[in-house]
């Protein structure tokens, strides 16, 4: 069964963008962006919110077109539009790029999408995260933690009574000091 997939680059202090949405501090080098798009390649789909997914399709359809762009973006660029995207919006009419719009989390519909064959869905996007969260849809946590303090912003995880026992399977530290680390649920299949 393909699992849900949380993805996202965080701040020290568990931020995932600044007070005025600023990711400028994210510190992505050719390593790290290699190492995303190995991960990426793999995945069945990508899961966005409306923003996230607005974000990503006025950039990523074109990049490669730059005849300055570095190889691991033109290699992103190519992965992002190929691969099978559904966006979570009840305002958004209609996506291009492979994308399918729906208009709400159903838990039952994401189940039915885990079992059907593929690669696993890769999630991003703090707000969809959040609501996946609170239905207990989320397999693995993939944190990229950036060797940076930026004080106040919109955090990766929401304040929530609830309590997820994770268990740490692998820690890797780049050379641009941002370390991942990724989290199961008790009792998932360590891939």
Do not use: C
Request: aromatic share 8%; hydrophobic share 40%.
């Amino acid at each position: 069964m393909r699992k849900i997939v949380l993805m996202m680059s965080v701040s020290l202090d568990g931020y995932i963008e600044g007070p005025h949405r600023e990711i400028d501090w994210h510190l992505v080098d050719e390593e790290l962006h290699q190492h995303f798009n190995d991960e990426l390649r793999g995945m069945g789909a990508f899961l966005g919110g409306r923003v996230t997914h607005e974000l990503m399709a006025d950039f990523w359809p074109t990049a490669d077109a730059d005849p300055d762009a570095p190889p691991v973006m033109v290699e992103f660029a190519e992965i992002w539009r190929e691969k099978p995207k559904m966006v979570f919006s009840r305002t958004l009419k209609r996506a291009d790029w492979n994308t399918v719009v729906m208009r709400d989390v159903v838990p039952e519909e994401i189940r039915e999408l885990k079992e059907q064959p593929g690669g696993d869905l890769v999630l991003g996007g703090a707000g969809l995260a959040a609501t996946f969260m609170r239905q207990d849809l989320i397999d693995e946590y993939r944190v990229y933690v950036h060797p940076v303090l930026i004080g106040r912003g919109k955090p990766l995880f929401p304040d929530t009574d609830a309590r997820t026992a994770l268990r740490l399977v692998e820690s890797r530290a780049f050379g641009n000091g941002v370390v991942l680390l990724r989290y199961e649920r008790p009792g998932a299949a360590v891939g």
